[in-house]
Structure formats: structure tokens, C-alpha cells
Nanobody, 125 residues
Framework: QLQLVESGGGLVQPGGSLRLSCAASRFTLDRYAIGWFRQAPGKEREGVSCISKSGDSTNYADSVKGRFTISRDNAKNVVYLQMNSLKPEDTAVYYC??????????????????WGQGTQVTVSS
């Protein structure tokens, strides 16, 4: 199966930036739409951003629109989530996921087939 590994999380002050990476093993990511999701303690899993298989469409949750940017580099087999102007409410474990059946950008977690283990993002002063 496709294996995904997230990296780039850590502790950052409010207003700071982080770039998360989602790397694939064995198989190429260009066959999949990729989504970023997050889950904070006591909250449900939330769709943050996604990018279509072709890379020509993206989508963002209203809470991160204008602050986060998703992109993919198929040559490196990596999808990125650039996070700017971070807020304490962005604190969560962030997961990347791959979807192969639909191929378009969706923020519904149940549509995704493969998941990474997550990376912790903590925004605190």
C-alpha cells in the first residue's frame, strides 16, 4: 500500500510560520488527490486543505484561507502545506491523506484511502 509520512511540525509562536511535508514511499503521489487534516484534543477531525490529482484545483477551510497554501512537487513526490500567521487555535495533530477513487479535491475525511501518522503543531507563546 501507499505509505505517507508527515514532517515539519513543531512549536511556534503566534504569528509564526511552519511548512509541513507529506512524502510518499514506493508509489508516486501524482495518482492521488492529497488532503491535509487536523485534529485537536476534544475536537473532531477537520479538513484543512486539499489539492487535486492534477494539481489544478485546491480548496481550503474558511478558518485557514489566506494563511495556508497547499502545493505539490511531483518530481520530489512531496506535498507541502505552508502555514503562515499561525494562531493558537491551529494547534493540532496534522495528517496528510491520499485519495485514489475520486481524484478531485475534497475535504471529506471518509473519502481518503491512505493516511500518515501525523505531525504535531503547537502554536503558543
Amino acid at each position: 500500500q501507499l505509505q505517507l509520512v508527515e514532517s515539519g511540525g513543531g512549536l511556534v509562536q503566534p504569528g509564526g510560520s511552519l511548512r509541513l511535508s507529506c512524502a510518499a514511499s514506493r508509489f508516486t503521489l501524482d495518482r492521488y488527490a492529497i488532503g491535509w487534516f487536523r485534529q485537536a484534543p476534544g475536537k473532531e477531525r477537520e479538513g484543512v486543505s486539499c489539492i487535486s490529482k492534477s494539481g489544478d484545483s485546491t480548496n481550503y477551510a474558511d478558518s485557514v484561507k489566506g494563511r495556508f497554501t497547499i502545493s505539490r512537487d511531483n518530481a520530489k513526490n512531496v506535498v507541502y502545506l505552508q502555514m503562515n500567521s499561525l494562531k493558537p487555535e491551529d494547534t493540532a495533530v496534522y495528517y496528510c491523506a491520499a485519495e485514489r477513487r475520486i481524484g478531485r479535491c475534497v475535504l471529506d475525511f471518509y473519502e481518503y484511502d491512505y493516511w500518515g501518522q501525523g505531525t504535531q503543531v503547537t502554536v503558543s507563546s
